[in-house]
């Protein structure tokens, strides 16, 4: 599972990310930015929430304290100033994105879920071959022409079908939460019912396997989600 540092010194708004985004990730929380850089440095989070306005030294500074340790973790600004020159400042800092106090939360949900998709599923895999194939053991994705192939024999794939099995080679060896791989594939288009996760999954293993009791490839982690790759935990 992915890990988001907020660093908030405000308790309410601090807890209020965290309600909202623990479901899909683990959390943890500075209050201070001294902290956030000493959290940063030994914990390497997948994304961080950093507000501006902190106690003993301020957003921009520990985005450049990180930048300069050469520590590329994503970053989304969050302050109460909305000028211009403060959201150019943190962009040149090194920020991913930025949003306004007051925020919905639900946005920031959705901001946060997107770079994750965008750094880590789709461009920061370092899995996916100068010319655009994917591979993992007999699988072959081709990512420009939307094929698969298993030694060599065409596999057909629905566009669903496809989709999960794109989203776990990008993520092999680590387990990719039920959560993830629906808002992924679905998006807000999720009908809600779980069972439908599951059943693509049977339907791509049918595909796929040789034994889909025992699968050499999309693999289950219990009560989390499923995985492609060696047998890790979820991290």
């Known amino acids: 599972m992915y890990s988001i540092l907020i660093v908030e010194d ?7 990310i965290k309600i909202n985004l623990e479901k ?19 914990r390497r989070p997948s994304l961080m929430i950093l507000d501006i306005m902190l106690p003993k030294m301020n957003g921009y500074d520990v985005l450049r304290t990180i ?7 994503p970053v989304i600004m969050l302050t109460a100033k909305s000028q211009d020159v403060d959201k150019i400042l943190g962009l040149e800092l090194g920020a991913d994105d930025y949003i306004t106090k007051p925020f919905n939360p639900r946005e920031l949900t959705a901001r946060v879920k997107a770079l994750i998709r965008r750094i880590y599923e789709f461009n920061g895999n ?22 698969v192939t298993i030694n060599g024999k065409d596999i057909n794939l629905t566009k669903r079908e496809f989709e999960l099995l794109k989203v776990l080679m990008l993520n092999k060896d680590r387990v990719v939460t039920r959560e993830e791989l629906i808002d992924s594939v679905w998006g807000d ?17 049918e595909k796929i396997e040789i034994n889909t009791k025992s699968p050499n490839y999309v693999k289950t982690q219990w009560g989390i989600g499923y995985y492609i790759g060696g047998s890790r935990s979820e991290h």
Not at 10 to 15: H, Q
Not at 195 to 205: E, G, N, Q
Request: charged share 30%; no cysteine.
């Open 126 to 147: 370092k899995s996916i071959q100068s010319n655009g194939i994917l591979s993992y053991g007999d699988i072959k994705m081709d990512l420009d022409n939307n094929t």
């Open 10 to 16: 405000e308790i309410n708004i601090s807890k209020l």
């Open 67 to 73: 930048r300069n340790l050469n520590i590329d973790v």
């Open 189 to 205: 288009k999720y009908d809600g019912d779980t069972k439908t996760l599951d059943v693509h999954i049977k339907r791509l293993r």
């Open 24 to 42: 899909y990730y683990d959390i943890e929380v500075a209050y201070d930015g001294e902290t956030a850089i000493e959290m940063v440095s030994e």
